[in-house]
């Protein structure tokens, strides 16, 4: 079948609705209560209502947006990003080394755009 999200695969072999929670967050940070953001990819709004629900505190905003794979797609190059800041960290470079990092990624985006 080629390469496949997670969230096809489950909605393909257990025939159910998937959504993805997907954010730029630290577990740590949440459980301090410290302000933070996700967003459910979705393709039932029902469901997606409900799973905002479930998720969203005073500190903790959930955002939908009806694209499980964008959705899904974006997350886990926010992952590859954050590998990438973490590799620039740990070598000990500055801020100018992490900048020009996300630079690259803007412009693989941007890339993206025109082919998908």
């Given at each position: 079948?080629?390469?496949q999200l997670?969230?096809?695969?489950i909605?393909?072999?257990?025939?159910?609705?998937?959504?993805v929670?997907?954010?730029?967050?630290?577990a740590?940070?949440?459980?301090?209560?410290?302000?933070?953001?996700a967003?459910?990819?979705?393709?039932?709004?029902?469901?997606?209502?409900?799973?905002?629900?479930?998720f969203?505190?005073?500190?903790?905003?959930?955002?939908?947006?009806?694209?499980?794979?964008?959705?899904?797609?974006?997350?886990?190059?926010?992952?590859?990003v954050?590998?990438?800041?973490g590799?620039?960290?740990?070598?000990?470079?500055?801020?100018?080394?992490?900048?020009?990092?996300?630079?690259?990624?803007?412009?693989?985006?941007?890339?993206?755009?025109?082919?998908?």
């Amino acid at each position: 079948d080629g390469p496949q999200l997670i969230s096809q695969m489950i909605t393909k072999y257990l025939n159910i609705d998937c959504s993805v929670l997907m954010g730029a967050n630290i577990a740590g940070d949440i459980g301090r209560e410290q302000l933070s953001e996700a967003v459910i990819g979705y393709t039932n709004l029902d469901h997606a209502k409900l799973l905002k629900k479930l998720f969203e505190t005073k500190y903790f905003v959930v955002n939908l947006l009806p694209d499980v794979a964008g959705a899904e797609m974006c997350g886990t190059l926010k992952n590859i990003v954050a590998l990438g800041a973490g590799m620039i960290d740990g070598l000990g470079l500055g801020p100018n080394s992490k900048a020009t990092v996300m630079r690259q990624v803007s412009l693989v985006r941007q890339l993206l755009h025109f082919v998908i």
